[in-house]
């Protein structure tokens, strides 16, 4: 800890004049080297430091009571902001300002006094410029428990009544998961992204890159990938918040959309990450908080948990608005911090679970959170969180439509889905076509028939017309097409005789040939339903095989 002697040297002799001056001591000296080692030992035997000190005015004594509270040492910019700046002034300015007898805020009156100092420490973010409390000072400071007690236990909160609840933190992000690797494994993924029904899409890949589920280098899912999606729920979304709050990789501060960070400068992703969950989880269950009075509460009590010291000014962080500028200086705290914390709360830490939303009863659009039941479960790991499990069955049809729900397994979900046509896949249903063309995608990338067979034998429903028609296809190739004008093309005639003996006639039209037939308008689905019954696949208008 430093002490008096850090205060008083390498001091001008104006400044220390001033120190003796409201002391009431008087000091003699050839320079002031001399002077201070002398003003020095007069204090510290005066037997009135205590009294000096008592002496001040109230917020004065807050000032020093925070140092005492803080072992101390606050960081430089945390008390200045707190208690005012200490003007930069030469010995000419001193005399005529004078800032010991007219001080401009509490940090002036105390440093001309001798009261505090200034040093740099080396800490694990590098030399940070901190003010001290001198150690000789620290036994005449009292403590006050109602003056100075801890901010962060008295966060304000609302009663449940006066909100409503939005959208309870759940599992959900492993199902966008399972759709985003399944999407990233096929020729056209590059719509499928476009068409994902949640907007965190980019930021999921994103955290999915950080934590190796997603090679980098070939935007692929990761051989680890497909563990993920074996794991059951309560294991699968425990390790992807574990894995998250631990990365050094996935930074949030460079992925906000508001600004962007320029040139060469690092940032710790994981220490602001890290704090914020510990003062959620804080909060009692149940308890909710304004997002705005969250911010507010940081901003007044732990200003410098993301920029600290010189970084409010090294840090190049550019404005993406129109009349945005460079966001530099403890002022740029709420467009760079503030912004910085609702990304976060309203980002990662919602999609990932750990916060419920909510909105105020009465209206109004101030945004309320709390930690979800999932939360204590995610952040601590006491026990396994309670999700259910993905038992359910694939329903498929002999038409080729295999359908399934957010609760049939993830792994089939995601092997499946490279085998046929996405239909749809909105996170709550999910299905896919299986058709030649489809098929003969798969094969080219590897995925044979028999793969494909023995995965609905594992986890779908029984159907063996569908069974039979994946086996024909696969000896025989592709045996029924649709063209335009809505033409049926058959292999042979027999198949033809044998879709005029079905329900399906009343949709077919004039024979164009032995095996050739026109499809009345509306007929598609119906006849290639029916040619399904019949063990026969058949892809859409103009997909017949090359």
Same mark, same amino acid.
């Given at each position: 800890?430093?002490?008096?002697?850090?205060?008083?040297?390498n001091?001008?002799?104006?400044?220390?004049?001033?120190?003796? @001056?409201?002391?009431?001591?008087?000091?003699s000296?050839?320079?002031a080297? #001399?002077?201070?080692?002398?003003?020095e030992d007069?204090?510290?035997?005066?037997?009135i430091?205590?009294?000096?000190i008592e002496?001040?005015?109230?917020?004065?004594h807050?000032?020093?009571?925070?140092?005492?509270?803080a072992?101390?040492?606050?960081?430089?910019?945390?008390?200045?902001?707190?208690?005012?700046e200490?003007?930069?002034?030469?010995p000419?300015?001193?005399?005529?300002?004078?800032p010991?007898?007219?001080p401009? #805020?509490i940090?002036?009156?105390?440093?001309?006094?001798?009261?505090i100092?200034?040093i740099?420490?080396q800490?694990?973010?590098g030399?940070?410029?901190?003010a001290?409390?001198?150690?000789?000072?620290?036994? +005449?400071?009292?403590?006050d428990?109602?003056?100075?007690?801890?901010t962060?236990?008295?966060l304000?909160?609302?009663?449940?009544?006066?909100?409503v609840? &939005?959208?309870?933190?759940s599992?959900?992000v492993?199902?966008?998961?399972?759709?985003?690797?399944?999407?990233l494994?096929?020729?056209?993924?590059g719509?499928?992204?476009?068409r994902m029904?949640?907007?965190?899409?980019?930021?999921?890949?994103?955290?999915?890159?950080?934590?190796?589920?997603i090679?980098p280098?070939?935007?692929?899912p990761?051989?680890?990938?497909?563990?993920?999606l074996?794991?059951?729920?309560?294991?699968a979304?425990?390790w992807?918040v574990?894995n998250?709050?631990?990365?050094?990789?996935?930074?949030?501060?460079?992925?906000?959309p508001?600004?962007?960070?320029e040139?060469?400068w690092?940032?710790?992703?994981l220490?602001?990450?890290?704090?914020?969950?510990?003062?959620?989880?804080?909060i009692k269950?149940?308890?909710?908080? #304004?997002l705005?009075?969250?911010?507010?509460h940081?901003?007044?009590?732990?200003?410098d948990f993301?920029?600290?010291?010189?970084?409010?000014d090294n840090?190049?962080?550019?404005?993406n608005?129109?009349?945005?500028?460079?966001?530099?200086g403890t002022?740029s705290w709420? +467009?760079?911090e503030?912004?910085?914390l609702r990304?976060l709360?309203?980002?990662p830490?919602?999609?990932?679970?750990?916060?419920d939303e909510?909105?105020?009863?009465?209206?109004?659009?101030?945004?309320f959170?709390?930690p979800s039941?999932?939360f204590d479960?995610?952040?601590?790991?006491?026990?396994l969180?309670?999700?259910?499990?993905?038992?359910?069955?694939?329903?498929v049809?002999? #038409?080729?439509?295999l359908e399934?729900?957010?609760?049939a397994?993830?792994?089939?979900?995601?092997?499946l889905?490279?085998?046929?046509?996405w239909?749809?896949?909105?996170?709550?249903?999910?299905?896919?076509?299986?058709?030649?063309? @489809?098929?003969?995608?798969?094969r080219s990338?590897?995925?044979?028939?028999?793969?494909?067979?023995a995965?609905?034998?594992?986890?779908?429903k029984?159907?063996p017309?569908?069974?039979?028609?994946?086996?024909?296809?696969?000896e025989?190739?592709?045996e029924a097409?649709?063209?335009?004008?809505l033409?049926?093309?058959?292999?042979d005639a027999e198949?033809?005789?044998?879709?005029?003996?079905?329900p399906?006639?009343?949709?077919?039209?004039?024979?164009?040939?032995? +095996?050739?037939v026109?499809?009345?308008?509306g007929?598609?689905?119906? &006849?290639?339903d029916e040619l399904?019954?019949l063990?026969?696949?058949?892809d859409?208008?103009?997909?017949?095989d090359a």
């Open positions: 800890m430093a002490d008096l002697n850090a205060c008083l040297y001091r001008d002799m104006a400044f220390l004049r001033g120190v003796a @001056s409201h002391w009431g001591l008087e000091i000296g050839k320079d080297r #001399s002077y201070s080692l002398k003003l007069a204090i510290l035997t005066s037997g430091i205590r009294e000096v002496s001040l005015p109230k917020a004065a807050k000032a020093l009571q925070a140092l005492r509270v072992e101390g040492v606050l960081p430089w910019t945390t008390f200045t902001r707190q208690f005012g200490l003007r930069p002034m030469g000419a300015k001193q005399e005529r300002e004078k010991g007898i007219f401009a #805020s940090t002036e009156l105390l440093w001309y006094r001798g009261l100092g200034r740099f420490y800490t694990a973010d030399h940070l410029e901190m001290f409390l001198p150690e000789e000072f620290m036994h +005449a400071v009292k403590v428990p109602d003056d100075t007690k801890e962060q236990n008295s304000p909160t609302a009663l449940n009544q006066m909100v609840l &939005v959208e309870a933190g599992d959900k492993l199902d966008e998961l399972c759709v985003l690797l399944s999407a494994r096929r020729p056209d993924r719509g499928l992204l476009k029904p949640f907007e965190h899409a980019e930021l999921l890949v994103k955290l999915a890159e950080a934590i190796g589920l090679d280098k070939t935007s692929q990761a051989v680890l990938a497909k563990g993920f074996e794991q059951p729920r309560a294991q979304l425990p992807l574990e998250w709050r631990k990365s050094t990789k996935f930074n949030e501060l460079r992925l906000i508001e600004f962007r960070c040139g060469t690092t940032n710790n992703s220490k602001p990450r890290r704090f914020v969950l510990e003062l959620i989880n804080q269950a149940n308890e909710w908080f #304004s705005d009075v969250f911010i507010e940081i901003a007044s009590a732990h200003p993301l920029r600290q010291g010189a970084a409010y840090w190049i962080i550019a404005s608005s129109p009349d945005g500028g460079l966001l530099r002022a709420p +467009a760079v503030g912004v910085y990304f709360l309203l980002g830490m919602r999609w990932l679970g750990l916060l909510g909105r105020a009863a009465h209206g109004g659009e101030t945004v959170l709390r039941h999932l479960a995610l952040i601590n790991q006491f026990a969180p309670e999700l259910e499990e993905e038992k359910e069955k694939i329903a049809s002999s #038409s080729g439509v399934m729900s957010h609760r397994p993830r792994i089939a979900r995601y092997q889905s490279r085998f046929g046509e239909l749809d896949f909105s996170m709550k249903r999910y299905s896919y076509r299986l058709t030649p063309a @489809s098929l003969k995608e798969a990338q590897g995925l044979l028939t028999r793969h494909l067979l995965l609905l034998r594992k986890y779908g029984s159907n017309a569908l069974t039979q028609a994946i086996s024909r296809w696969e025989k190739g592709q097409w649709l063209d335009r004008p033409v049926l093309h058959l292999g198949l033809l005789k044998s879709l005029r003996d079905s399906a006639n009343k949709f077919l039209g004039a024979a164009l040939g032995p +095996a050739t026109v499809v009345k308008p007929g598609e689905k119906r &006849v290639q399904g019954r063990g026969i696949l058949t859409g208008v103009g997909s017949k």
